[in-house]
Structures are given as structure tokens and as C-alpha cells.
């Protein structure tokens, strides 16, 4: 497609659900990036992909959070057990490879736990 | 600990006004400064400086980073109400996780008709 595309655009869940969400990344980008905006915060780092190289998930908050890339394309992020804490918008966003180029973003995702 | 600064954290103006936006930065291995746009959800790339000194600029925006300093300003003149968005700053930090982007809160921009 032409840019990053998630979904869904909006998900409203219960408290202790799992929830999963979607991100396509633009085609030939083999980096993909995942960050969280919560009210009044700048974006939050949470999980980088790089071609087959292990992701770095140093940003992720808890052992809550997973993430996977299948075939080096489509990316989910899973959230178990969620808290109220993880309302939010998540953000995808994918780059050319190398890690050092500039990033561009998804429309989001948001998250709203009940 | 790493930190990226913006201010104002809000600045309301009327259109043809010139504003400008600072973002003053902390981090080890800086690598660049970048600037999007964000409107409703997607942020939307606008520079990446890496270089100090030089500016770029695209129509009415234009930024300049100075790496002595620390801090990085985006000037946006002859404003328009379609200017109305959310300006955030991000460095980007060699080491770590490579290209992950370390940013500041934002400054929220209102252009008044």
C-alpha cells in the first residue's frame, strides 16, 4: 500500500481482555517500530523490528506486552490481561533499512480499557 | 536519562502570524533531530537535521538544528489555519535500538482565521 496502515482504528475492551492490533508497514520498509501515546505524552518507544534480526524490546512496559512480525511484513502487537494504564493510542511506523532513516507512521490505533 | 524538550507546550496565533518552536535536547549518541506533524493520529514527517548549521526548508517551514547548543527550532511563517496540529520533536540516537526515536511532548499550535 502507499503508507502504514493499522487496524483496528478504534478498539474498546474490558479490563483483564487480550487484545491484538494490526500494523502493515510500507512495502520494502524492513524496519518497523512501535511506540505508545498516552494523553498528554510524547510517543513512548516499545518494540523495533529489523529484517530477521531479533527485535529489540527494550521499551516494552511489561511482560504483558508481545509482539510479532511474520515473513518480515505484517506486524501484531498483543496486550494480555489489559489494564486501564494501557489506554492509549499505539503507533506503528516502518523505515527503508539500515534503522537510521526517517520513520513514517500509521494513523494509530486506540485504545480505550474499561 | 535521555530528554527532549519542547516549548511552548501550547501557542494559540492568528493566521499570517510567523511562529516559531523550540526543542532543546539531552540524549547520548545523537545521531539526528526530527520533526512531524501530527493532526489527528499519524504523525507526518517534515525534516530530519542531522547536520548543524544548515537549514532546510520546505514552503513556509523551515528548520535549523544547532548540535553546540543542543536544540533545534521550527519556523513556520505566514501561518494558515491548516497549520493547526501538534508539532513534535524526536532525536534519534545512534547505539540501542537503532533508529528509535526518543520524543518530546509536543507543542500544540492554534491558528486563529
Known amino acids: 500500500g502507499a503508507g502504514v496502515s493499522q487496524s483496528p482504528s478504534n478498539k474498546v475492551t474490558e479490563k483483564g481482555k487480550d487484545v491484538e492490533l494490526r500494523c502493515d508497514p510500507i512495502s520494502g520498509h524492513t524496519a518497523l517500530y512501535w511506540y505508545r501515546q498516552s494523553l498528554g505524552q510524547g510517543l513512548e518507544f516499545l518494540i523495533y523490528f529489523q529484517g530477521n534480526s531479533a527485535p529489540d524490546k527494550s521499551g516494552l512496559p511489561s511482560d504483558r506486552f508481545s509482539a510479532e512480525r511474520t515473513g518480515g511484513s505484517v506486524s501484531t502487537l498483543t496486550i494480555q490481561r489489559t489494564q486501564q494504564e494501557d489506554s492509549a493510542v499505539y503507533l506503528c511506523?516502518?523505515?527503508?533499512?539500515?534503522?537510521?532513516?526517517?520513520?513514517?507512521f500509521g494513523p494509530g490505533t486506540r485504545l480505550t480499557v474499561l | 536519562e535521555d530528554k527532549v524538550v519542547q516549548s511552548p507546550l501550547s501557542l494559540v496565533v492568528h493566521e499570517g502570524d510567523t511562529v516559531t518552536l523550540n526543542c532543546s535536547y539531552e540524549v547520548t549518541n545523537f545521531r539526528s533531530l526530527l520533526w512531524y506533524k501530527q493532526e489527528k493520529k499519524a504523525p507526518t514527517f517534515l525534516f530530519m537535521l542531522t547536520s548543524s548549521g544548515i537549514e532546510k526548508k520546505s514552503g513556509r517551514l523551515s528548520s535549523i538544528l544547532d548540535k553546540k547548543e543542543l536544540f533545534s527550532i521550527l519556523n513556520i511563517t505566514a501561518t494558515q489555519t491548516g497549520d493547526s496540529a501538534i508539532y513534535l520533536c524526536a532525536t534519534m540516537n545512534y547505539g540501542g535500538s537503532q533508529g528509535n526515536l526518543i520524543f518530546g511532548k509536543g507543542t500544540k499550535l492554534s491558528v486563529k482565521p
Open positions: 511506523a516502518s523505515s527503508l533499512a539500515g534503522g537510521y532513516n526517517e520513520q513514517f
